[in-house]
């Protein structure tokens, strides 16, 4: 048996596999590398520290062979470089060296070596060390591989699980933040100020009586369709779809210091363009609907609301009801407004267009409110 199989073989190494050569002795470099081409590897050489430290920043190796004594930059010097930069950190360095002494061991583990060769060198020490190194080496790339791709499944999912509720721009800035600060639903609830949108489907009880269930459903699915997209045009959050009616809500999760004007135009947007489905409903079902609308603006307590088998992120307070409530009173293509988000986006809206309808005291509240109606359509009572 010769030495060559005695040692083992790194013929199995693959064959862009490239190791690092470093010394400042020609002689020895030769060596080096003609052992390990002799194994089936790719040799690259240095013949300093500096230009060691070059060549690995510009073309980093699958392993580093080097010399501690050199003029310069010692190896030692080149080893805490390299394993205190987070690029580099993982390549495996054997520190190749005469020194023998328990100190320069000590001195070459606090640097980070992953392996020392003493001089003269061996060859069926130098495979075995490299052929340890490799496996080494694949084994790390293999784990950071499943953990990148678990990580971006991890992504993909916290992206479509968010996709339901809010705009797509909006999904993919939560999934970037992922990582970062965790995600904004399930953190705990808080109090925050929101901007409430209602929106509903007037003349939807005459659609349910008129039609069979296949083409109410379908109905509702264009309609929703709609809101829906107006809504993630101007990032709104959906909390809520039931029956005929959807919550939106503004100014989360993430802050928006635009969020009543946001608010007025999903709301403006939202009537124009559910305008052509109602005209196509007119003509082929005989029916007159429209969109109702009611906001509202304040405090609200954000959160996951539910059990521990069903709970839903959602926006609990003032302006959530009174939105709901101003919302009911909404004729067709019209927007109630309560009046301190009338006052932060009266700038937006024609005079022509706004009707206040004073003091109102809704349903359920002790206390009256400025209510204020903006035709945003054409108003037709459903």
């Given at each position: 048996?010769?030495?060559?199989?005695?040692?083992?073989?790194?013929?199995?190494?693959?064959?862009?596999?490239?190791?690092?050569?470093?010394?400042?002795?020609?002689?020895?470099?030769?060596?080096?590398?003609?052992?390990?081409?002799?194994?089936?590897?790719?040799?690259?050489?240095?013949?300093?520290?500096?230009s060691a430290l070059m060549q690995v920043m510009t073309s980093p190796p699958d392993l580093i062979l080097?010399?501690?004594?050199?003029?310069?930059?010692?190896?030692?010097?080149?080893?805490?470089?390299?394993?205190?930069?987070?690029?580099?950190?993982l390549i495996p360095?054997?520190?190749?060296?005469?020194?023998?002494?328990?100190?320069?061991?000590?001195?070459?583990?606090?640097?980070?070596?992953?392996?020392?060769?003493?001089k003269p060198v061996k060859r069926e020490e130098l495979i075995a060390r490299v052929k340890t190194l490799r496996?080494?080496?694949?084994?790390?790339?293999?784990?950071?591989?499943?953990?990148?791709?678990?990580?971006?499944?991890?992504?993909?999912?916290?992206?479509?699980?968010?996709a339901r509720y809010i705009s797509p721009r909006l999904a993919e800035r939560i999934t970037a933040e992922a990582g970062e600060h965790g995600d904004p639903f399930q953190g705990r609830a808080q109090r925050t100020s929101v901007v409430a949108l209602f929106a509903d489907l007037r003349g939807f009880t005459r659609l349910t009586e008129q039609n069979e269930v296949g083409a109410v459903v379908a109905m509702l699915n264009e309609y929703f369709a709609v809101l829906t997209e107006t809504a993630y045009e101007h990032?709104?959050?959906?909390?809520?779809?039931?029956?005929?009616?959807?919550?939106?809500?503004?100014?989360v999760p993430f802050p928006?210091?635009?969020?009543?004007?946001?608010?007025?135009?999903?709301?403006?947007?939202?009537?124009?363009?559910?305008?052509?489905?109602?005209?196509?409903?007119?003509?082929?079902?005989?029916?007159?609907?429209?969109?109702?609308?009611?906001?509202?603006?304040?405090?609200?307590?954000?959160?996951?609301v539910g059990s521990t088998h069903y709970a839903s992120y959602t926006i609990i307070g003032n302006p959530v009801n009174t939105a709901a409530r101003l919302m009911?009173?909404?004729?067709?293509?019209?927007?109630?407004?309560?009046g301190p988000l009338y006052e932060r986006i009266r700038h937006l809206v024609p005079a022509g267009r706004v009707a206040p309808r004073g003091d109102v005291t809704l349903r359920g509240k002790s206390e009256?409110?400025?209510?204020?109606?903006?035709?945003a359509g054409a108003r037709e009572q459903a």
């Open positions: 048996m010769n030495d060559r199989t005695a040692a083992g073989s790194t013929a199995d190494a693959p064959a862009d596999y490239r190791v690092l050569v470093v010394d400042d002795d020609l002689d020895m470099v030769a060596f080096l590398a003609r052992l390990l081409r002799d194994e089936g590897l790719k040799v690259e050489t240095a013949g300093d520290g500096a080097l010399d501690v004594m050199m003029p310069g930059v010692s190896g030692f010097d080149v080893c805490r470089q390299l394993k205190g930069d987070e690029s580099t950190a360095i054997v520190l190749v060296t005469a020194l023998d002494d328990s100190e320069s061991r000590v001195r070459g583990i606090e640097a980070g070596a992953d392996d020392f060769l003493s496996r080494l080496h694949d084994t790390r790339k293999e784990l950071e591989s499943r953990r990148l791709a678990a990580e971006v499944q991890r992504k993909e999912a916290i992206r479509k699980t968010f990032d709104g959050t959906i909390f809520n779809m039931a029956g005929d009616s959807l919550l939106v809500g503004f100014n928006q210091a635009d969020a009543a004007e946001r608010a007025w135009r999903t709301a403006l947007e939202m009537v124009a363009r559910f305008g052509p489905v109602a005209a196509s409903w007119q003509q082929r079902h005989g029916l007159t609907v429209g969109v109702g609308i009611g906001m509202c603006a304040g405090e609200a307590i954000i959160g996951n009911q009173m909404a004729a067709a293509g019209e927007v109630l407004v309560c009256s409110i400025p209510v204020f109606a903006i035709s």
